[in-house]
C-alpha cells in the first residue's frame, strides 16, 4: 500500500517536473521530420455536421462502466504509471500507430463500420501485386502482369495519398513519412499479405509526439480543441467538453482513467454521477493516455 503510494507520488512529481522543465523532453523524435503542434479547430464529427448519436466514428469501443453505487463515483481503479514515465524515446510500432491514429474508426481488424467507415483491407490488398495477380488467376480474368503492376502502383498511390491527407469523411491522419512507412507496413501484415511480417519498422518518438496522436486523431473526433465548460446540465443533453478544459475537469488519474477503463460522469441537476457516453479505449496503455493529458498541458488547444 504505501509503495504504491509512493510510487504514485514520484509519477506526480516527475509529472510535475516533465511540465515545468518541458523543454527537457525532446518535442522532436529521432527521426528528425516530426514537430509537435497543438491541436485546433471543432471536432471532426461536428465538421461533418454528423451528431454523436448517429455515428459509429471513435466509438467503436465499449461504452464505460454505470457507478458501482447508484449517483455515487465509488472507485477501487489505480492509477500505475511505470517509473519511466514519461519516456524521453519511445519505440512506436506500425502497429502502435495504427491503434493510436486508426483504430477509433476502423476497429483493430482494419474492418470499420460499413457502410459509414469503410474497410482498409481491400484497399490495402490492392496495393499488392502477389494478391492481385492471384486474384486474377482466380476469378478467371485475364491480365498482363504489366497491367497488374500498373494498378497495383495506382492502388497504393491512392492509399499513400490517403495517409497524407485524409479522405472525404476521413480526418486527415497527423503522420510524417518514416510514420507513413511503419504505418503502412503494419497495414500489409493487417491484410494478411505475405511476408509483410518480415517487413516491420519501428519509429522512435517522444511523449508528446504519442500524445499528439492519440489527441488529433482519437479524442479530437468527438471533442473539439476550445469552447465552454459545459456544465453538468449541459453534459446531461448531450454537450462534449472541449479538450481545453479537460486536464482541468478532470485530474491526471480521473483522466487515464476516463480513457482506459471507463468512469461516470457528473451530470444533470442537481448533478449525479451517471454512465457517460463516452467509449472506453481499452486498447490504449495508461502510460499512453497519461501521454495524451501531458500533450494537452504543454501544447495547450488553440481555437
Ligand atoms: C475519424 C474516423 C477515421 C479515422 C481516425 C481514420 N479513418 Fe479511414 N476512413 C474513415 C471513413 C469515414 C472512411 C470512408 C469515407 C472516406 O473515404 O472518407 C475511411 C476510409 C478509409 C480507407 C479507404 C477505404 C476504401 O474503401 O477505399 C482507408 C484505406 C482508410 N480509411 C485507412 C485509414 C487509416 C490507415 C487510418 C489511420 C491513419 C484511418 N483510416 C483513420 C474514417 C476514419
Ligand atoms: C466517440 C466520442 C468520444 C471520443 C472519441 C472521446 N470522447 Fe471523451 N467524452 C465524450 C463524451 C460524450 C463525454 C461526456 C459524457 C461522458 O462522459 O460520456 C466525454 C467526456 C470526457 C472527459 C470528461 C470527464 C469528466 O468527468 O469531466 C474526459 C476527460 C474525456 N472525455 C477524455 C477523452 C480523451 C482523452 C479522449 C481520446 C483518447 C476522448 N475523450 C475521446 C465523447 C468522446
Known amino acids: ?53 448517429d455515428t459509429s466514428m471513435g466509438r467503436t469501443w465499449n461504452l464505460g462502466p454505470s457507478p458501482a453505487d447508484p449517483g455515487k463515483d465509488v472507485t477501487s481503479w489505480q492509477l500505475d504509471l511505470p517509473a519511466s514515465f514519461p519516456a524521453p524515446v519511445i519505440t512506436l510500432h506500425g502497429s502502435d500507430l495504427y491503434r493510436m491514429t486508426c483504430q477509433g474508426c476502423h476497429k483493430e481488424s482494419g474492418q470499420g463500420a460499413p457502410p ?12 499488392s501485386v502477389a494478391v492481385t495477380t492471384a486474384r486474377m488467376k482466380a476469378s478467371g480474368r485475364e491480365m498482363s502482369s504489366a497491367e497488374i503492376a ?36 503494419y497495414l500489409e501484415q493487417l491484410a494478411g499479405i505475405p511476408g509483410a511480417e518480415k517487413n516491420q519498422i519501428t519509429v522512435k518518438e517522444s511523449s508528446y509526439r ?40 478532470v485530474s491526471l488519474s480521473g483522466f487515464v482513467r476516463k ?10 441537476s442537481p448533478s449525479t454521477y451517471y454512465r457517460g457516453h463516452m467509449s472506453v479505449f481499452s486498447y490504449l496503455s495508461q502510460e499512453e493516455a497519461a501521454s495524451a493529458y501531458l500533450y494537452l498541458i504543454r501544447y495547450p488547444p488553440r481555437p
Open 150 to 185: 500498373a494498378m497495383a502502383k495506382e492502388s497504393k498511390a491512392m492509399l499513400l495519398q490517403r495517409l497524407h491527407v485524409g479522405g472525404k469523411h476521413m480526418l486527415p491522419p497527423t503522420l510524417s513519412e518514416t510514420e507513413i512507412l511503419s504505418l503502412f507496413a
Open 116 to 127: 459509414e467507415i469503410n474497410s482498409v483491407i481491400d484497399p490495402v490488398r490492392a496495393t
Open 259 to 268: 480513457v482506459t477503463s471507463g468512469a461516470p460522469i457528473n451530470m444533470g
Open 1 to 53: 500500500m504505501l509503495v504504491t503510494a509512493n510510487k504514485k507520488r514520484v509519477h506526480l512529481i516527475v509529472l510535475a517536473a516533465a511540465i515545468v522543465f518541458g523543454t527537457s523532453l525532446p518535442g522532436q523524435s529521432e527521426t528528425g521530420d516530426i514537430s509537435v503542434t497543438a491541436v485546433s479547430g471543432e471536432s471532426w464529427i461536428r465538421h461533418l455536421h454528423r451528431s454523436f448519436a
Open 210 to 249: 504519442v500524445g499528439e496522436h492519440i489527441v488529433k486523431s482519437t479524442c479530437h473526433v468527438c471533442h473539439s480543441a476550445t469552447g465552454p465548460n459545459p456544465s453538468p446540465d449541459q453534459i446531461l443533453k448531450g454537450a462534449i467538453p472541449p479538450l481545453s478544459v479537460l486536464t482541468t475537469r
